[in-house]
Structures are given as structure tokens and as C-alpha cells.
């Protein structure tokens, strides 16, 4: 009888799943951005990192001698980068959507 | 007389894990546990971690408790290395336990009705932790895994608005948490499938040391809250103890226990002061020598930490005890003399967490060493297996 009540008490109600992600203050760690005109390729993030997924690479993006990759399959995403990076290069994004066929759409600089 | 193997995989369990019951017509007559399906070694994985990675990957042991293992380890670490934690930093992190707490007794809730067979109930309990959820996920930034806590506190601040959203998220479940006491006490066909099933009388769960709410349903008044770690020094809260420690004892103390939680969340944000949140530690930084143990009242029980450090970065020895390793010898007993019908309500009763339970399974052979194929090793299973 209880649980009678309750129902038709819900069909007044409005539908409870909406997408709430839009909200303004909503704080999603989501896929990791890099900015790389900041970069000082200090490798910090590189060492910090518990499961290995940002490496540094030598390539012609900046004038640094290495800058980092990010292998986002591999990520966790502890935030240990975005807190330990001197210059703030690092950021997370919103972006949750981690669904591709080819491995190499992951790494990303 | 017969014997029937339940699980390791098995519909009527979430997680692998295997009853060898013994039974007399349709009443199990005796009952053995074997554990040790999902072992991932995340004890040696956090000995090859530097102390600060390690953080990250101790909430990853349980889905539904992560930030208490978290909480655990962090707090370990602080006594080994002396770090005093930021008064605010506490109260968050106090907060975030107590929000995972309203969570994992609704999940449970949840499975429990789904074991029974009550799936409306289900849909509503799921979805009144859907709102808990989104609180966590505002105030960490993931839904599960939401690395709130960190050393010397919580990570993020809780600002003005999330603040208020809290305050309401308390005043919604206190009006739940009577629905489902209600419920729970008054609903034909939960009493009939719950009243008497699977009880643990106190001087058996006295024998068999179970914690957490298990425990409290059995009438042992034992909260590993009241010896003031954290925020709880301050807080004011009762512990919720039932006397019959049966299935609708243990639901009943769960229920009781999401007021209690709402009521502990709504004092911490009404008295949270001002200040820093926590303390920055210099990436690598060596650890001082020492031992040290960590306790704290997870959703399910007492879970206990144990670390050692012998001056490098890394942690030489974490050991890890989950409450599920300490109830669920408590299912084995208590399923003696029940239907098998009632074996998987019975399971669901402890809140079991296999994914937590498993850290080591050491097989004693006397000695013997030999090397195998693939092939080789999967025929000595199965006739260790059948053998035993």
C-alpha cells in the first residue's frame, strides 16, 4: 500500500533524469587540454603522473627541447598535472566523450 | 543429501565469489565460503607508487567506498609524516564521507530490493542516490571516483551555492530516510522475506567480529566514529543499534543511519570555518621512517589501513583489511538451516563488496614448487578443484 501511494504520487512529478552537465558551477573533470604556448617542458607532469599516460616527445610544436603528449586511454584523471604544473598549462576540459576504433584519436599533444 | 557449487559466477551475486553449500531437501544444512576471485594486487601496485600517486590509485580499490579508502591512506600518511591538517580541509573531507555513506546504504538498499524482487523500490531508492551523486560529482568532479581529499584535507572548496544545494540535498533525505523506516517496517511482502532471515544472534557476532552496521544490527553498539577521528571529535551523533540481527534488523539500522548522516552533514556545513583547505607537499618528497595504522568507519564497517616506510618515496608495505573480509564469514554461518531461496538475501544482507575483500590468497601446498604451461596449469585447477 505504501509503495501505491508513492507511485501515484510520481506521476504528477516531473521527469527526474534532465542533462545537468550545462549548469554553469558544474565541475567536470573531463578529457585534459594542454596549452602549449605556455609549456616550459620542465617534464614535471611527465614524472607525477601515476599511470604513465603523458610522455615527453621530441617534435616541432614550440621551440622546446621536448614537450608533452597525452594518451588520454591511459589517463585517470587524478589531476595530479593540472595541480602540479608551474605555469598552468594544463587544464580540464568538460568533454567526457572517450569512444573512438582507432587507438591513435587518444593521444593527443 | 546434496551438494550444489553457488557462484563464482553466478545471477544471484553482483561479484564473483563461490558458496559451497551443502543441503538437505531445499535447507542448507552447511555452508563454505572461498574468496579470492578478483584479487588485482593493488598492494604491491602502491608499492612501486610514490606516496602522492598512491592517493589516486587507493580510491580505485572500491566504487562505492573510494573516498573512505582514500580518506584511510591519507590519514595514515599524516601521522607517519606529521603533517597537521587544515581545520576546513577536515570538515569537507568529514563531509564527503558522510555523503558516501548516504549513497552506498541507498545502493544497498537498492540491491536488497532487487534480490527480493520488489524492483519499484529499487527505482526509487536509485534514484534518490542519483541526487547524492550529482553532490559529489559537484564537489569532485566525477560521479564515483571523485578524488576529493587529498594530504592536509579536501581538495576543492565548497562554495556558497553548492553549500545551499547540500542543506537541501540533508532536508530531502531526512524525508526519505522516514519513507523507507516506514517501509521497511510495515511492507507485508518485505517482512515475509526479511523477518528472521539470516539472524546473528550477539554473542555469535561477538565470536565472529563483524563490524559496521552488521554489527549494529546484532546489538553490539560498535562505530569506529565514536573514537573521534576527523570532524567527529565535534560532531554530535547517536549510534543506531537494532537487537534482532536479522535481514530487516540490518536494512532498518541502514535506514536510520541516512538520518543520522544528514543530520552530522547539516552540522558540519552550519560550523565550518574559515581558512586554508590543505597543505601543498613538494612532489618528491622522501617519507620518514616508520610504521603507522589508519582506522575509519567506511559505509560497510571498519576498514583498517597498515603502512610502513623505510625513508625512500615509495611506501614499503601497505596492508590493506576491508570490513566485507570481516563479515562474510558471518553469511557462511548464518545460512545454515535457511531455504536456498533465501541464500542470495542472506549474501546481499552484509553489504558484501568482493572487489574490496580480495588482497592476497595464499594456497600452503608444503613447499612444493614447479613450473607449468598454460594448459597445464588450467588441468590442475579443475582437478584441484574437483579434488577439494
Known sequence: ?109 | MSSVPLGPLHPAFKEPINFKLKLEGEFVTDAEVRIGYTHRGIEKLGEKKTWIQFIFISEKICGICSSSHQGCYVQGVERLTGIVPEKRGIYIRTLTWELERMHSHLLWLGVLMHEIGIETMFMYTWRDRERVLDILEKLGGRRVAYSAITYGGARRDLSDSLIQQIIRLSDFILERSKFYENFILNDKRFLARTKGIGTLAKAEAEELSVVGPVARASGIPIDVRKTGYAAYYEAPFEVVVEKEGDVNAGALVRAKELEVSANIIKWIVKNLPQGKINVEVAPFSKLPEGETISRVEAPRGELFYYLKSNGSTNLERIKIRTPTLANIQAVAHTLKGHYLADVPVIAAGIDPCMGCMDRVVTLNEKGKKKVMTETELIDYGIKWYEKG
Open chain 1, 1 to 109: 500500500m505504501e509503495l501505491l501511494t508513492e507511485a501515484i504520487k510520481n506521476l504528477f512529478k516531473r521527469p527526474f533524469t534532465e542533462e545537468k552537465s550545462k549548469e554553469k558551477d558544474w565541475f567536470i573533470r573531463g578529457k585534459l587540454i594542454l596549452d602549449i604556448s605556455k609549456c616550459t617542458g620542465c617534464s614535471l607532469c611527465e614524472k607525477v603522473c601515476p599511470s604513465k599516460a603523458i610522455t615527453m616527445v621530441e617534435d616541432n610544436r614550440t621551440k622546446l627541447k621536448k614537450s608533452p603528449i597525452i594518451d588520454v586511454s591511459e589517463c585517470i584523471f587524478c589531476g595530479l598535472c593540472v595541480d602540479y604544473c608551474p605555469t598552468k598549462a594544463l587544464a580540464f576540459t568538460k568533454s567526457c566523450a572517450l569512444v573512438s576504433y582507432e587507438k591513435k584519436d587518444f593521444v593527443k599533444g
